[in-house]
């Protein structure tokens, strides 16, 4: 079973910056693609920030320039730095991992327990 664990969350005034990790656990998987993901208040889901497996990137038109993701193989950790903040960035973050196992061309997802955003004005 693969588990992912956040952190990295917390509170921060408008202009400031915060990182989240992810870290990765489990037996018997090969990561695809990482990436992060926010809810609003209110709101649906919304992409913020996805690595592939090939290393290339897409970020959410919103945090394009403010924010990176990045990724530590040895660790099987996923990052996503956020410099810039703005209130309206205020949402819990998710991780998500999509892998698969072995051979087969099946792909799996999974998703972190979430970790809470705050940016104050």
């Known amino acids: 079973q693969v588990q992912l664990v956040e952190s990295g969350g917390g509170l921060v005034q408008a202009g400031g910056s915060l990182r989240l990790s992810c870290a990765v656990s489990g037996t018997n998987f090969i990561v695809n693609a990482m990436g992060w993901y926010r809810q609003a208040p209110g709101k649906q889901r919304e992409l913020v920030a996805v690595l592939s497996s090939g290393s290339s990137t897409n970020y959410a038109d919103s945090v394009k320039g403010r924010f990176t993701i990045s990724r530590d193989n040895a660790k099987i950790t996923v990052y996503l730095q956020m410099n810039s903040l703005k209130p309206e960035d205020t949402a819990v973050y998710y991780c998500?991992?999509?892998?698969?196992?072995?051979?087969?061309?099946?792909?799996?997802?999974?998703w972190g327990q979430g970790t809470l955003v705050t940016v104050s004005s």
């Open positions: 998500n991992v999509k892998y698969g196992r072995g051979f087969s061309p099946e792909l799996f997802e999974v």
